[in-house]
Nanobody
Framework: QVQVEESGGGLVQAGGSLRLSCAAS????????MGWFRQIPAKEREAVAT????????YYSDSVKGRFTISRDDAKSTVYLQMNSLKPEDTAVYYC????????????????WGQGTQVTVSS
C-alpha cells in the first residue's frame, strides 16, 4: 500500500511557472514508477509526465514536452513536476500516481492515486 499526497497547485498567469510536489508513504518509494496525470471535466484522465523507478526513463505527453519536467528524490520519497511556460489549456486537476509497472503511460497502470490539486492558468 502506498499513499501519495500532492501539493503546490494554485492560480498562475499564462507564461508563469508552478512546481507540484507529491510525497509518498507506505511501501518502498523506489519500488514504484511515479507520475502526474491531469483531468478536466468531461474528459478522460491523461498522463502528463511519468518517471520510472530509478529516474532513468521519463514520458511526457506531446502537449507538455519542453515545458514540464518530472523528477524524483528517493531520499525524500517525493516526485516533482516543474511546469514552465504555462498555458490556459494546462488548467486541470493534477493527480499524483504510483504504479508497480516499468513506466506509467495510461491510467490503467496506476495502482494508487492522490486526491488531486487544482492548477488554474489565467490568460
Amino acid at each position: 500500500q502506498v499513499q501519495v499526497e500532492e501539493s503546490g497547485g494554485g492560480l498562475v498567469q499564462a507564461g508563469g511557472s508552478l512546481r507540484l510536489s507529491c510525497a509518498a508513504s507506505g511501501r518502498t518509494f523506489s519500488d514504484y514508477a511515479m507520475g502526474w496525470f491531469r483531468q478536466i471535466p468531461a474528459k478522460e484522465r491523461e498522463a502528463v509526465a511519468t518517471i520510472n523507478w530509478n529516474g532513468g526513463t521519463t514520458y511526457y505527453s506531446d502537449s507538455v514536452k519542453g515545458r514540464f519536467t518530472i523528477s524524483r528524490d528517493d531520499a525524500k520519497s517525493t516526485v516533482y513536476l516543474q511546469m514552465n511556460s504555462l498555458k490556459p489549456e494546462d488548467t486541470a486537476v493534477y493527480y499524483c500516481a504510483a504504479g508497480s509497472g516499468p513506466l506509467l503511460v495510461g491510467k490503467q497502470q496506476v495502482g494508487y492515486w492522490g486526491q488531486g490539486t487544482q492548477v488554474t492558468v489565467s490568460s
